[in-house]
């Protein structure tokens, strides 16, 4: 069974930065993702709101973003750690969710979830 294990998640003040992390197990051992998933990335759901697709990272290194993070979080993955990294700076209140790291994978198109980890950004 794979287990998406998210990491990072903290309280901050507007304007600082966090670096979320995201590892993906089977049976204990962790997973090569470059060579399991097409896509992995990251949503964020804030209380009362809808799940936010926040960033993305395909095979190839494409990546997309919200607008609302653009130029601000950078998602990145580090193939020799077989981690998904994502870099968020100039944090606002309005970030202030759990962010939930997802894998798509190349076969049979499963998608496998986190548990997620919280962000809050407050003065």
């Known amino acids: 069974q794979v287990q998406v294990v998210e990491s990072g998640g903290d309280l901050v003040r507007p304007g600082d930065s966090l670096r979320l992390s995201c590892t993906c197990t089977r049976n204990g051992v962790r997973i090569n993702l470059i060579a399991t998933y097409r896509q992995m990335g990251w949503y964020r759901q804030a209380p009362g709101k809808q799940r936010e697709l926040v960033a993305t990272f395909a095979n190839g290194g494409v990546t997309t973003y919200a607008d609302s993070v653009k130029g601000r979080f950078t998602i990145s993955r580090d193939n020799g750690k077989n981690t998904l990294y994502l870099q968020m700076n100039s944090l606002e209140p309005e970030d202030t969710a759990v962010y939930y790291c997802?894998?798509?994978?190349?076969?049979?198109?499963?998608?496998?979830w986190g548990q997620g980890t919280q962000v809050t950004v407050s003065s």
């Open positions: 997802y894998a798509e994978s190349l076969v049979g198109h499963n998608t496998h």
